[in-house]
T-cell receptor, first 109, second 118 residues
Framework: GQNIDQPTEMTATEGAIVQINCTYQTSGFNGLFWYQQHAGEAPTFLSYNVLDGLEEKGRFSSFLSRSKGYSYLLLKELQMKDSASYLCAVMDSNYQLIWGAGTKLIIKP | GAVVSQHPSRVICKSGTSVKIECRSL??????MFWYRQFPKQSLMLMAT?????????EQGVEKDKFLINHASLTLSTLTVTSAHPEDSSFYICSAGPFNRDFSYEQYFGPGTRLTVT
């Protein structure tokens, strides 16, 4: 079966760095997405990785290792507004998104 | 970027009634739209894939006679929850895509509709 695993909840301090991991097993691979979702709102796109390596976009970076079925989202200089759920999703061979359960990130002052 | 709207944003209805949710792509044509449901503290669950001009494809366990999907135009898809029950209370989100823009297969999400059935 297809499976996406990510931690349920993480806590970090304002100004610090946090890494959210995601491992996956899917039927085919057409890229991995990270989305941010604030409570009561729809997800917003953060990043897309289809090749191995690190993609940096401002305070957020995303890494992919296809051979290991592994990705992480790195958030630097954490701000209180970064408190949200972070969803990892993999696009399978049918171009369908397989979603992880999300990681709730709590930022403390 | 591509904009997807949903209406209404919130709706409260009585048990046994039907509710229609609209999903519109505002600045692009969406041949494919997706309908998701999300219960509190859970991830998105794909309900169905809606293709313009054809019948929707429902995921296993989703009742197609209860959740009616119509994708009559390239900019509008509707989800009708028929004979709603309290257990249908959830956050319903639509999205359009994927779009291969700059080698990024991105889906664009609507803002979601909070349905409460009393």
């Amino acid at each position: 079966g297809q499976n996406i695993d990510q931690p349920t909840e993480m806590t970090a301090t304002e100004g610090a760095i946090v890494q959210i991991n995601c491992t996956y097993q899917t039927s085919g691979f057409n890229g991995l997405f990270w989305y941010q979702q604030h409570a009561g709102e729809a997800p917003t796109f953060l990043s897309y990785n289809v090749l191995d390596g690190l993609e940096e976009k401002g305070r957020f970076s995303s890494f992919l290792s296809r051979s290991k079925g592994y990705s992480y989202l790195l958030l630097k200089e954490l701000q209180m507004k970064d408190s949200a759920s972070y969803l990892c999703a993999v696009m399978d061979s049918n171009y369908q998104l397989i979603w992880g359960a999300g990681t709730k990130l709590i930022i403390k002052p | 970027g591509a904009v997807v709207s949903q209406h209404p944003s919130r709706v409260i209805c009585k048990s046994g009634t039907s509710v229609k949710i609209e999903c519109r792509s505002l600045d692009f044509q969406a041949t494919t739209m997706f309908w998701y449901r999300q219960f509190p503290k859970q991830s998105l669950m794909l309900m169905a894939t809606s293709n313009e001009g054809s019948k929707a494809t429902y995921e296993q366990g989703v009742e197609k006679d209860k959740f009616l999907i119509n994708h009559a135009s390239l900019t509008l898809s509707t989800l009708t929850v028929t004979s709603a029950h309290p257990e249908d209370s959830s956050f319903y989100i639509c999205s359009a895509g994927p779009f291969n823009r700059d080698f990024s297969y991105e889906q664009y999400f609507g803002p979601g509709t909070r349905l409460t059935v009393t």
